[in-house]
């Protein structure tokens, strides 16, 4: 039986695999927080958890105004 996987971390894990694969380049925005809601069908908080994690960890960069992108390298 596999571990239990709290949402936010299914998602921020999603997310960072898709940027080291390439899926997500340099320069991409992210989905919104309520697309990725919608998209793993959990509330936006859990989603915007996700992404807050990975911009404290400089995974990502937010832009005022414009969302989070992929920093370019």
């Not at 809601?37 to 994690?53: C, L, N, P």
């Amino acid at each position: 039986m596999r571990p239990y996987v709290p949402m936010y971390r299914r998602i921020l894990n999603d997310l960072r695999v898709k940027i080291e694969r390439g899926l997500l380049k340099p320069g991409d925005k992210l989905p919104t927080t309520k697309e990725l809601a919608d998209e793993y069908q959990t509330s936006v908080g859990t989603a915007r958890k996700a992404v807050e994690i990975l911009l404290e960890a400089g995974v990502v960069e937010g832009r005022q105004g414009l969302g989070v992108f992929v920093p370019d390298e």
